[in-house]
Every structure is written in structure tokens, then in C-alpha cells.
């Protein structure tokens, strides 16, 4: 649920418009002279929100990345890579254990 309040509203109303956001799970959207200019919305529910706007960001550059790469190397060919070039020999197993 939205709440839509005049900025003038907002002076006198504050404290209880808090309450409800964090109690109610609601949404309160400020405005000024018909347009919207400020929300109110819980802090959880905006950490959540721009977390999955990352996730989405990260997904769509990898998709990409992936589309315009036409070489994969699988785990094991970077584990056998890196012991040539260091002259060790790390196993699959090593990672398996952590």
C-alpha cells in the first residue's frame, strides 16, 4: 500500500508516517505541488531492493561477457594451467575440502 501526502502534511505527521512505514510495511510517497519528490519505504525492503538490482546488473554483464567470449576454459583446465606455470600440482580434491 501507498500513502500519498502534500508536503505540507508531512511536518506535523513525521513520526507517526515512520511508525507506519516500519510497522505496516508501507510505502508513503511525499509530494510537492502534484509531483512526487520523496518515499518512505523500510530500510530492509530498500536493501533488498538494490541488491537485486545488482544481481540483475551482474547477471545481464556476465550474459554479455559470455556472448562475446568464444573461449571457456573449464576448472580443470585452469587448475592444470596453473601448475604448469607454477611447476606445483593442486588437485580438484583441494577445493572440494573448503
Known amino acids: 500500500m501507498v500513502n500519498v501526502l502534500q508536503i505540507s ?3 506535523t505527521e513525521l513520526s507517526q508516517l515512520v511508525s507506519k512505514v ?13 509531483k512526487p519528490v520523496v518515499a518512505m519505504v523500510r530500510y530492509d525492503y530498500l536493501t533488498n531492493l538494490l ?11 556476465l550474459k554479455k561477457a559470455v556472448a ?3 573461449i571457456f576454459f573449464s576448472f580443470e583446465d585452469v587448475i ?5 606455470a607454477h611447476n606445483i600440482k593442486v588437485l580438484m580434491e583441494d577445493f572440494t575440502k573448503l
Open 68 to 70: 562475446s567470449n568464444d
Open 80 to 84: 592444470e594451467s596453473h601448475n604448469k
Open 22 to 34: 516500519k510497522d505496516l510495511h508501507t510505502q508513503v510517497v511525499i509530494e510537492s505541488e502534484g
Open 51 to 61: 541488491e537485486a538490482l545488482e544481481d540483475a546488473i551482474d547477471s545481464n554483464l
Open 9 to 11: 502534511e508531512v511536518g
